[in-house]
C-alpha cells in the first residue's frame, strides 16, 4: 500500500485471521500490542483490508463469469448488520446473499436488503438452473432460468412438526420417506458414479419414492387441520413439488442445497464474532474477501498461499 510499511505478507495475515479464523481487527491489534509490542491502529489495518478487497474485486468477477458458464447455481441469503449514517445508535439490517455451485466458485454479494431486486442484479444474463429454497425473491428472475427445490427445506419443516408434537406418528413417517431418498444419494457418493449412472440410480429408486411421498402427503395433508406445524410443512412440500423433482431428471443438481448452506456458515460464525460492517463500503469488501476465502475452502486451495500468491502479483 502506498505510504504503508505494512508487508503483503502481514496484511494477508490480518485478512486470514479475520475471515478464516473469524478473528475481529480489533482482538487482533490487541494481541499485537501485548505479545509482540507493535502499536497499529484499527483504521490502519481496518484500511488494509479494504486495499486487499479492492484489488481482489476482478477475480471475484472472473469467478462469477465461471460460475454462470457450468449453468447450475445454488442461493442462499443471510442477514449481516451494517453501520450506516442514516442510523445512528443502531445497525442497519443488511444481507449478504449467496452464489455458489458444488465444488465451484462461492461468491458473496451484499446489498442493502432482502428484496427481489439483490438476486435480480446479480443473475442478470443468467441461463440454467438455479436452486433454492422457496423464498419468493428468487422467483420470476429471467425466463432462461429453471428453478430446482431443496429438499432439506421441505424436510425440516417436518423436523420441527416432530418436536411441536413428539407423539404424533406423521412428522417421523415423511422423515423416514426423505431418509430413502437421502439414502440414495449416499450410495451415488460412495459409489462414485458418473453423471449418466447417478441419473439412472436416481430415475430407478428415487421416482418412485417421491412419487408415494407425494400421494402420502397429499393424504396427510387432507386428514388434518390448516394452520399447524404439520399442516405448514406439507403445504411448503407440495408447494415447491415440481421444483423439487428437478434432480431426477438432471444428474448435476444436487437434492438439496447444503452446499451452499454450508459456504456461508462461517461467516455467520465470524459475524458472531466481529458482529457487523462497518460501512456499506466495508461491506462490499467484505463480500471480496470472503468469496475468495470460501471458494479457497470449496476447492480444499490454502486460502493464505493463494492470496500471498495473487496479491504479490
Known sequence: MPKSKLSNEFIIEVLAQKYQQHTPVYRQQAVLAEEQGIELSRKTLKDALLAA?????????????????????????????????????????????EYSAPAAAVIFAFRMGRGRDGPAAFLKGFVGTLQCDGYGAYDDLGEGIVYAGCLAHARRGFVDAAKVAPLDLLPGEV??????????????????????????????????????????????????????????????????????????????????????????????????????AGSEAAAHRTAILCSLVQTCKHLQVNPFVYLRDVIDR
Open 175 to 276: 422423515i423416514a420417506r426423505f431418509g430413502e431418498l437421502y439414502a440414495v444419494e449416499k450410495e451415488a457418493r460412495q459409489t462414485r458414479l458418473g453423471a449418466a449412472e447417478r441419473k439412472a440410480l436416481r430415475q430407478k429408486k428415487s421416482t418412485p419414492v417421491m412419487a408415494a411421498l407425494k400421494e402420502r402427503l397429499v393424504a396427510i395433508r387432507l386428514q388434518i387441520a390448516p394452520g399447524g406445524a404439520l399442516a405448514k410443512a406439507c403445504d411448503y412440500a407440495l408447494g415447491q413439488w415440481s421444483r423439487q423433482e428437478e434432480f431426477l431428471n438432471d444428474s448435476r443438481i444436487e437434492i438439496d442445497n447444503n452446499w451452499c448452506e454450508g459456504a456461508i456458515r462461517p461467516l455467520a460464525l465470524g459475524r458472531k464474532n466481529w458482529l457487523f
Open 53 to 97: 478487497g479492492s484489488l481482489l474485486r476482478p477475480l471475484v468477477q472472473a469467478q462469477k463469469a465461471e460460475l454462470f458458464a457450468g449453468g447450475y447455481i445454488q442461493a442462499d441469503e443471510m442477514a449481516m448488520p451494517c453501520q450506516t449514517p442514516e442510523k445512528t445508535g443502531r445497525n442497519h439490517k443488511t444481507y449478504m446473499w
